[in-house]
């Protein structure tokens, strides 16, 4: 088995969505499909390798219908004018698309079936709106009989497909309260305000020029929905968001946003000869199933899978990205695993930075990466709830490249 | 709430109002019925009792449009826009009410009537009825929120596609597209429009994310728009010049179409009324109104048209032929006629081949032409046969005797009711029925090549022509989907000779030294589908000749042939036919045929004229100048004396550009005073043929002109 390394990683800027205000979105204007082309150039070159080196492409999404279906992946390589020969795959693990494809490409490359893998992930929460919409227009058809059916009653479909009451769920099972997540949400705005300040994240985001509603022109280069000026009280204040006497409110959850991110994957080996200095090696992944009612739990299991094939205790990782589709998640997480809270979600997390779905799993990772290198630490795990039940998990390792 | 509404009746029914509006003839939105029909919805939003509301409409229309004969006589956008704005706030009183509101269309919804279903919430169709927005066709945008929430419901593409070319869709194709939610049988539309409202009653449905303003997914990308509007643009300038409308809608989608649909409401309206104080829009409309007053007829006014069953085509060439396929298409049951077997069997071949196409497009099958066919036509070569037919309609050799030989046969084999027409398009029609015991029986219809796809039908009065036999004929023409354009018997009928008219002036530029090719461009620059010499070549420059001699004869001295027409004839190159007239068609492309070439040059030589640079704008005036005197002449004449009919027929017939409104609203907007000193210069320059018509003197003295201000 070879080993892998990430060569290069960026991203677009998360712009904050509202399908029922596209106007305020600052990305309202471009497709998904657009920003991902835009990222696939810069990446591969941030990296060091030519578009024609390039074995497989494979494109997270969340939301594969309407405006995203991607012809399996062609089109964004299409739309950025790559070579034919690249192959493409289209992944849809839900919120776990991008790090899926992280975790294929690893595959790939591990077991020699290829040498250099694109990774790209793209969601577009105002344009693809999730859920309701979808469903409302016939893209999305779910089997009624999921929900009808008493032989399928146990799955609860109504709760499984509403991650708000899911995220419920799992807080009613901890011991957490609701000024716990109120507290973590607001951690994570400044976390990620203070990171923003510094510039850390101009790191990873390539800046890109977007027609506004209006048709002026603006450079997006930073993640909309971050909020340095939250207080506990405002957060505190909001309304339940999913059921009438539930605790889980916006405050505490991830917003919607539109973003792509990109990452290239190769074997050590190559890295070597070619005399680039990879971001981190990829050590282990980790993928489960949990109760779909409960997913907020996946990253648990997925993670304790991930650790165990790297032969790894929670305690070896020295940061760690969990994704806050909800802060309880991350919360269960630290509780479940026993993590340091202090070495979780360091630059802020989901609530603050945003969680455009399909596209999020690279933007753990990558960002993982680069704290590992900013800050010395040598073993990273990230990992993400998805919906419908499941957890994945991705660890990797910053070594000293000495080429 | 009220209930007696004069244009509208209300039930209730489980909760749900529902709506029949019924102002006749076609529900279109007059003043008085949008007033009765805004009070009706506000007090139903008011009303407790009612949840939610249905529309629907009476016979064929669920709702037409705005009255456009209003639109018409708008000169000012200022005397427009406040209207349009009291009509946005209606629609959009509807579309973001509080209460969910479904329409349920019967009929024909176009225009203004789909504007209003697209600001309901949800739309019931009954099978195949026709929804389109059609108003660039009279040179106007959809102006109440079509082009804005078209594309929001059906994409940019198919929007496009149904606004600039205003083609409507069926209801099946509406459904594919997402522009209705539901097609039922026309017995079930009511339930099942009540039913709907049912479902935002219960919840099911949400009205404000069905609301069409709420729908934001067809809204491209700025890429795509920029995409999309650059081809389409590249697209129409090709396809479209000369009119106004598709490019103002064009302008509408791509400045608006945005996350702002107030905005780009507003955006519409005024675009609209820049279409509606334009003369294009108010030639379309002119042109729209006659097309549908043609043949109405003070002389037939009252009068019964006889019914016409069966027809009998005397002659199976290219034009029986084409005539034999419409009375097939009009459920005639037709006779074929012609001198020998395989005459009639080469005509059955030809009439086969008009449905070759249909047939290739999958629009009928090769059975329904064996069974239209078997079921409708037969063939004979004896005269005799013809006994019990209604109408016959002649186009056998262009000869008078042979003609009036078969005329006087049939005099004493059909019933004296019978009509006879004739398809001449040269010989004097009164001479022809001069032998006949009964003249008032004989009528020229004169179809147009293609037969069956040209519009026009020219019908001819001959001096004894019976309004009877004129009033059948008339409604003969509209059964068969021709326009009908009546005029009098005269060398050349209307057309041909208002065409002559048109044209005829370019033979005096070349002989004055002005480049053939300059003549063509400018033609087809002002609109015509082709160039005077183009023409000549496809028609034949024999016909031509054959015409012109007689025009000369009849019509005297201004008539005389020119000489470069004489030695131009004289090459035997005759046109396509022949493989060159003045072009030379044997390559890949046309090109200037040496022989006419050398034939030009040598005239131009032995007059001593030298090659002359005319502006544009001078070749159309002389050519225009010349074609409206011809129109003058023939009102001094008696041969026409409907100047919206002389527009339509040359619009219909010659493809005349409809955006101009046609040659007389042309004269008009050019100003009859200017037409007549244009023509006493050309006189004074050209000669006799230019010579002002009396009429246009009169009018340039007057100041009236062709149609009444």
Known sequence: MKEVVIAGYLRTAQTRSRPNDPARDWFCKMRADELLAKLMPEVIKKSGVEPEEIDDFLVGCATGVSEQWAYGGRNPLFLANFPDTIAAKFIDQQCGSAMAGIQIGFMEIAQEFADIVLVGGMEHMTRVPMGGPLIDRGAIVPNMTLFLDPKYRHWDMMTAMNMGLTAEKLFAQTDYTKEDMDKWGLRSHQLAAQAQGKGYFDGEILPIEAEQADGSMMVVDKDQAVRGDSTLEGIASLKPAFKKDGVITAGISSPLNAAATSMVLMSKETAKKKGIKPLATIRSIGFAGVDPTIMGAGPVPASQKALDKAGLKASDIDFWEINEAFCIVALNCIKELGLDPDRVNVMGGGTAIGHPLGATGIRLTGTLARILNQKGGRYGCANACVGGGQGVATIIEREEYDW | ?709
Request: charged residues 25%; negative net charge.
């Open chain 2, 1 to 709: 709430m009220k209930t007696d509404y004069q244009t509208i009746q209300v039930e209730i029914r489980d909760n749900v109002a529902v709506f029949t509006m019924n102002n006749p003839p076609v529900n279109q939105l007059s003043e008085h019925f949008v007033v009765e029909l805004a009070g009706a919805i506000g007090e139903a939003f008011e009303d407790d009792e009612v949840k939610a509301l249905v529309l629907t409409g009476t016979g064929g229309n669920f709702i037409a449009g705005a009255d456009i004969t209003q639109i018409k006589d708008v000169k000012t956008k200022d005397e427009l826009l406040p209207m349009m704005k009291e009509n946005t706030r209606f629609l959009n009183s509807i579309e973001t009410g509080p209460k969910p509101v479904v329409a349920a269309i019967n009929g024909n919804c176009l225009g203004g009537g789909l504007e209003i279903a697209m600001c309901c919430h949800y739309r019931a169709v009954a099978k195949g009825i026709n929804l389109g927005q059609p108003e660039v066709q009279i040179g106007l945008i959809p102006g109440a929120g079509g082009t804005q929430r078209l594309p929001r419901l059906i994409g940019l593409r198919y929007a496009l596609e149904m606004i600039t070319i205003g083609k409507p869709i069926k209801a099946e194709v509406a459904f594919q597209r997402g522009l209705v939610d539901e097609v039922t049988d026309p017995d079930k539309l009511v339930d099942a429009a009540v039913k709907a409202a049912g479902r935002f009653v219960s919840g099911e449905l949400n009205l404000k994310a069905r609301a069409t303003r709420n729908r934001h997914y067809w809204i491209p990308s700025a890429a795509e728009k920029k995409a999309m509007m650059d081809f389409t643009k590249a697209m129409m300038a090709a396809q479209a010049k000369g009119y106004i409308a598709p490019f103002k809608a064009v302008e509408a989608i791509d400045k608006g179409f945005s996350y702002d649909i107030d905005a780009d409401l507003e955006r519409e309206a005024d675009l609209f009324a820049d279409c509606a104080i334009s003369d294009v829009a108010k030639n379309l409309i002119g042109i729209f109104l006659s097309t549908r007053a043609a043949g109405r007829l003070p002389r037939i006014e009252g009068l019964e048209p006889a019914k016409i069953k069966k027809v009998a085509m005397l002659g199976g060439g290219v034009m029986g032929s084409g005539i034999v396929s419409l009375l097939l298409k009009g459920g005639f049951e037709a006779v074929l006629w012609d001198i020998s077997e395989d005459a009639i069997e080469k005509g059955v071949g030809s009439v086969r081949k008009t449905f070759e196409y249909p047939i290739k497009k999958r629009k009928m099958k090769q059975a329904d032409l064996d069974n239209m066919l078997e079921n409708q036509l037969t063939t004979t070569s004896s005269l005799e046969d013809l006994k019990g037919v209604d109408l016959i309609i002649e186009a056998v050799l262009e000869d008078m005797k042979v003609k009036q030989d078969i005329w006087k046969q049939l005099e004493g084999i059909c019933r004296p009711d019978v009509i006879f027409a004739t398809n001449t398009s040269a010989l004097p029609i009164t001479e022809m029925a001069s032998i006949l015991k009964d003249p008032g029986r004989m009528i020229g219809l004169h179809f147009f090549n293609p037969a069956h796809r040209m519009m026009l039908l020219e019908i001819i009065c001959a001096g004894k022509t019976s309004d009877q036999t004129l009033a059948t004929s008339v409604s003969f023409a509209r059964n068969i989907k021709k326009i009908p354009i009546v005029v009098n018997d005269g060398p050349g009928f209307y057309v041909s000779r208002q065409l002559g008219g048109l044209l005829g002036g370019a033979v005096y530029l070349s002989a004055d030294g002005v480049d053939g090719a300059a003549i063509e461009t400018a033609m087809l620059d002002f609109g015509m589908p082709m160039g005077p010499a183009t023409l000549s070549d496809l028609t034949g420059i024999d016909i031509g000749y054959h015409v012109s001699k007689t025009f000369e004869k009849r019509l005297g001295e201004r008539y005389k042939v020119h000489p470069l027409t004489e030695a131009i004839y004289q090459t035997g190159c005759y046109g396509r036919k022949t493989g060159a007239g003045y072009f030379d068609y044997s390559g890949d492309q046309p090109v200037p045929n040496p022989k006419v070439v050398a034939v030009v040059q040598n005239y131009l030589k032995e007059y001593n004229v030298s090659p002359k640079q005319m502006s544009q704008e001078e070749i159309i005036d002389t050519l225009l100048a010349l074609g409206i005197n011809e129109a003058a002449l023939m009102i001094e004449e008696g041969i026409c004396d409907r100047p919206q009919d002389m527009d339509l027929a040359m619009i219909y017939g010659t493809g005349f550009p409809p955006y101009r409104g046609g040659i007389l609203r042309y004269a008009d907007k050019w100003g009859i005073k200017n037409v007549y000193e244009k023509l006493v210069a050309l006189e004074e320059q050209y000669g006799l043929r230019f010579k002002p018509a009396d009429l246009i003197k009169e009018m340039a003295g007057s100041g009236k002109t062709f149609y009444p201000e």
